[in-house]
């Protein structure tokens, strides 16, 4: 046989295996510029590109549109949709992009839903986050405790979510928990106006050297009554791998009277990391 032959066979048969393998696969995700985008609206929160995140401004610049995005929360998988090259809305935020995103999807999505949409095509869920009991007293101990030293007197423990998940996937699980107290009008929305005591938080439970650490996401205190000062509160959205590196990302909701917005934490030893977001407010 020829030896140029030769040679483009050799070629050709290290290229199927590089397909089929793990380490050609990461290396195509590491090259991609993968948009992240906030399923409810359509906001861009950015992305990532060779191992480095990307901000929405900047990963805006690289899209063209017909990007498809599968969307989960906490419970996993939804829906997939395809969305149009992301464009600013104007005022109030005419910094903030939105992914253009059929009428029929937008109106298909159920009231207080929230979603992620990533649009990379390795598995954002390599690890199912478990929804465990809101009563665990260790728990509930813990948010009494942190709500005392923040100056809440006779705190009232409210905790709303407790998520078990391996983030890194070296077998050992960590725990989100979500706790909040806050004056809503009678619609259910949350009002400018806190009473005292009320509170909102998420934090994460994480072993650190054989010790159980407690890291911070968000958190909001009031041990007083105040009037028009648009107190937040925060939610757990999802827990996904939104860079396909195979660590998950912890992605938090957040909201006061007149906005909301979503941010995305990569824990890094025992400091949270702000990578992505976006949102919109008056």
């Known amino acids: 046989m020829p030896a140029r032959l030769c040679n483009r066979r050799l070629v050709l048969i290290a290229l199927i295996m590089c397909l089929s393998s793990t380490l050609c696969t990461n290396a195509q995700v590491k090259s ?24 929405a401004e900047e990963m805006g610049k690289r899209m063209t549109g017909g990007d498809k995005y599968r969307l989960y929360d906490l419970k996993g998988l939804w829906k997939s949709v395809t969305g149009g090259k992301p464009e600013s809305q104007g005022a109030p935020c005419e910094d903030t992009l939105y992914v253009e995103l059929p009428k029929d999807f937008q109106d298909s999505i159920p009231a207080g839903s929230h979603y992620i949409g990533v649009a990379g095509t390795w598995n954002p869920l390599p690890r199912a ?16 405790s942190l709500l005392t030293q923040k100056g809440i007197r006779r705190p009232q423990v409210n905790i709303t979510k407790v998520v078990r998940v391996d983030l890194e996937g070296d077998g050992t699980d960590e725990v989100i928990i979500v706790a909040t107290r806050v004056h809503r009008f009678d619609n259910g929305s949350i009002t400018p106006d806190p009473d005292a005591g009320d509170y909102s938080l998420v934090m994460l439970r994480k072993v650190i050297n054989g010790k159980a650490q407690t890291i911070m996401l968000d958190e909001e205190y009031h041990p007083k009554a105040a009037k028009f000062t648009a107190p937040n509160e925060y939610d757990l959205t999802a827990v996904l791998d939104l860079d396909g590196d195979g660590v998950m990302e912890i992605i938090v909701a957040g909201g006061y009277y007149e906005g909301d917005w979503k941010t995305v934490y990569s824990i890094k030893g025992n400091k949270a990391i702000d990578v992505l977001g976006c949102g919109c407010g008056a």
Do not use: F, Q
Request: proline share 8%.
């Open 32 to 55: 991609e510029a993968v948009p992240v985008m906030d399923g409810d609206g359509g906001c861009l929160m950015g992305g990532s590109s060779g191992g480095n995140w990307l901000k």
């Open 129 to 144: 986050p478990r929804i465990e009991s809101n009563d665990n007293p260790t728990y509930r101990n813990l948010v009494a």
